[in-house]
Structures are given as C-alpha cells and as structure tokens.
C-alpha cells in the first residue's frame, strides 16, 4: 500500500488533484475554528455536554464539532445534503424532475442548479431557527450563551452560517471538479475523523485513570477491526446479475455479443436508512430537553434513551423499513429492464420486459433483507459497547452507526477514485490484483 502511494505522486495531474483536495479540506478544518460574533462558547459548551443522545449531538458529529462552538461552518453541508434527499424524493413523485433526470448531463445541470437554491433557502431557515434556540439557552448559573440577543444577533447569525454553508458547498464542487473524491462526502467524512483523537484520548485515559485494564481496551480494538470488516463487506458486497447482449452482423463483421453483469448491491441504500431513522429516534428526547420537569416526557426520555430495549427495538424496525423505502427510490427496476431492453439486453432464461422487471424486483428484495438487518445491527452495536464495556460515546460513535459507515465508504470511493488513475496509467494498485474487491465494473 505504501508503494502505492508513492506512486499516486509520481503522477502529476493525480499529485495535483490529491494537494489541491488536502489544500481545501485544510480551509474547512481552519474555518470550522472560527466562532460566529456575540456567543458565549462556555455556556453553548456546558450546554452540548448533555446533548449526546439528542439530535443535536448527531448534527455536530456531521459538522466536526463545529456546531457546539457555533462556528461559521456550525451548518456544515447538512442543507446541501438535506436539498438533495428532498430533491431525489420529489424525482420519484415528480413527473418533470423525473423528465430532468433522463435528460443526461443538461438536465443534471437544472438538478444540480435547484440543490443549490434549495440548499440557501434550507440553511437561512435553520440559521434563523438555530439564532432564535440559542438565544434560548442557559447555564446552571442562568448566564445566557448568547451576550447581546435581539434581532441584530438574529441577523448576523443567519448572514455568517448562510454564508459559511455557501462556501462549504462550492468547496466541494472545487473538489469534485478538480480535485479527488467526492467533495461534500469528504467534508463529511473530515469533520467525523475530526472527533477520533477525542476518542482515542478518553480511551487512553480510562486505561491510565484505572478505569479499564489494557488487555480489556486490546479487546475493544480487536471488536472495532472486526466490526471495520463486517462494514467493509456490507459495503462492497452485490449480487451480480448476468446480462447478454446480442450480436450484430454488418457486412462481414460482427458486433457485440458480449456478456457482462448488472451489480446488484447488497446495502444499496446506504447510510440513509440510518440517518432517517435515527433523526426520527432523537425527536423524543429533543423534544423532553426542552420539558425538563415534566414526569410524562421524562418517561418518554427514559423510552428512547439510547441503548434501552424500546429504543433498539423500534430503531432496528425503521433501519428495515427505511432500507426497503429508500432502496426502491434509487433503484426502479421497470426502468432498468427498459433500458435493457432498448438496447437489445436480456437476462439469460428471463424474458426482456415485465418478466425481466419482476425478476429484478424479487432478487433485490430477496439481498436487501439482509443486508438491512445487518445495517440495523451495525447501527445498534455503539450503544450496545456503552452498556457493556463502558466505552466513552465519542469511541464507541466509530464501533457502528452513521460515522462508522460514512467513513468506510468515503474512504472505499476515494481510494477507487484513486486506483483508477494508477491502473489507468499502468501502475499497480492498492490490491495487488490492480483493483479494490467488489469496487470495479
């Protein structure tokens, strides 16, 4: 692997591209540091200490911690990715969305032109809703965390977090464009890395502090590489679906006739089941936090706490629901047998067309069942570690869930990214075989 990339900078256009997304991704870290005017970031600090099991800890886990020290980056790509979910869901209900996204490459310009409308309307209105809560906010000792509220406070607020989303989202168009990787995934994906040397810290301090033996904290790691496995195998595992394409004969040549495969995924929803359902699931205790003496939302609290027999079983539930949901959105099967079928495909021994459709349907329902019962395993297995190792939340966030998914397969696509360019030119990959199992077509 090292001599691999050794090689990804012997090559200049890949050298450039890999330091250009470093360079950008630097500026991201730099401005998730600035603080946005008029807060008192103890207070907001005191505050977010408590919010672990809330909606709001999931948020800030998302943006690098900028959110709980109210940066100028407190918003993070969230919009962008929050317009881009409605957006796709809307292309499954909406004929001229649907109409856009058959239209190639000029109707992915008009798509990719309303996320970002949509992405400056979503981030004025969280930023106006996020100037009014925190204005709300108090410590033990009733100091405010914001020093001078009102509707100037309320104004700069919207115009700086507006501003820093707006900036997030062309970073990651810049590094899409000309850099390596998927820009706003790798936004992602920094801001969670970002939160692991906490972890590894309070890891290291409860093994000094006496707290856990060292052989016991080799266990947990020894856990963490073999659930790393298991996530790497959803992630690449598919269900490949042979398909013949016919010869033509033109003059005294022939054509075609070739065999290739339609790679169905195993997890092809990806984390979106995860974040859905866990966004449903931190409703209740977000709601409770603002009804602290209430008996009834404290035993509603005491339901969804994370880790609690109601909350694993009802979180699991809408991980399957929400696979199958969001399964059957990124893929219809009618349309992919149509396309076959234009282009003189078949699957060998199924009929082109509604024979074809129906065979897609069945095998897909068959190996997303599965996969998303795994999916709701790794997404329950961090509160599971709490319970049972005392493993601090910041650790065991990376053990399973949403920030353990979207790093491996962040990760998986850039290397890909990166493996195409080496093979391309002729060098050996990070597999010695020149490609990353389960990556290639």
Do not use: C
Not at 140 to 156: E, M, T
Request: a positive charge; proline letters at 4%.
């Amino acid at each position: 692997m090292i001599e691999s990339f050794q090689n990804a900078f012997r090559i200049p256009e890949l050298r450039r591209r890999i330091l250009f997304t470093l360079g950008l991704l630097a500026v991201y870290r730099i401005g998730g540091q600035i603080p946005t005017p008029g807060i008192d970031h103890e207070v907001l600090g005191s505050f977010f200490s408590q919010m672990g099991g809330t909606i709001f800890g999931l948020y800030n886990m998302f943006v690098g911690g900028a959110f709980e020290r109210a940066t100028i980056f407190a918003l993070g790509v969230m919009p962008y990715i929050s317009a881009s979910i409605v957006l796709q869901l809307l292309g499954s209900m909406w004929p001229y969305l649907q109409k856009l996204q058959k239209e190639g490459q000029e109707g992915q310009k008009k798509i990719n032109q309303y996320t970002r409308y949509g992405t400056v309307f979503l981030s004025m209105v969280q930023a106006i809703g996020i100037s009014v809560w925190l204005q709300d906010i108090r410590d033990d000792l009733g100091r405010s965390a914001v020093v001078d509220p009102g509707p100037g406070f309320v104004f700069l607020t919207v115009i700086t977090m507006t501003t820093g989303t707006i900036f997030l989202m062309w970073l990651g168009e810049q590094i899409q464009e000309r850099g390596i990787g998927n820009g706003i995934s790798l936004i992602i994906f920094v801001g969670i890395i970002a939160q692991f040397p906490i972890a590894v810290q309070n890891e290291v301090e409860a093994v000094i502090n006496g707290l856990r033996s060292g052989l016991f904290e080799i266990v947990i790691v020894a856990i963490w590489v073999l659930i790393i496995a298991s996530v790497v195998l959803l992630t690449q595992g598919q269900r490949r679906i042979i398909v013949q394409y016919p010869r033509r004969v033109v003059g005294r040549k022939v054509y075609g006739g070739q065999s290739t495969h339609l790679p169905l995924k195993v997890n092809a929803a990806g984390v979106m089941p995860i974040i859905f359902a866990q966004s449903i699931m931190f409703v209740p205790g977000t709601v409770s936090s603002f009804f602290p003496e209430s008996a009834v939302f404290q035993t509603l609290t005491d339901w969804f706490q994370p880790g609690a027999l109601v909350y694993n079983a009802l979180y699991g539930l809408l991980i399957v629901f929400f696979t199958y949901f969001y399964t059957a959105i990124i893929f219809n099967p009618v349309d992919v047998a149509d396309n076959m079928k234009r282009v003189g495909g078949f699957i060998p021994g199924i009929r082109p067309g509604k024979r074809t459709a129906d065979y897609l349907d069945r095998i897909l329902t068959r190996i997303t069942l599965p996969g998303a019962i795994f999916l709701a395993f790794i997404a329950i297995v961090p509160f599971l570690i709490i319970r049972s190792m005392n493993v601090s939340m910041s650790a065991s966030s990376f053990f399973g869930g949403t920030a353990l998914l979207i790093v491996v397969g962040v990760a998986l696509d850039t290397l890909q990214q990166i493996e195409s360019h080496l093979v391309s030119r002729h060098y050996e990959g990070f597999m010695k075989r020149g490609k990353i199992r389960g990556r290639a077509s």
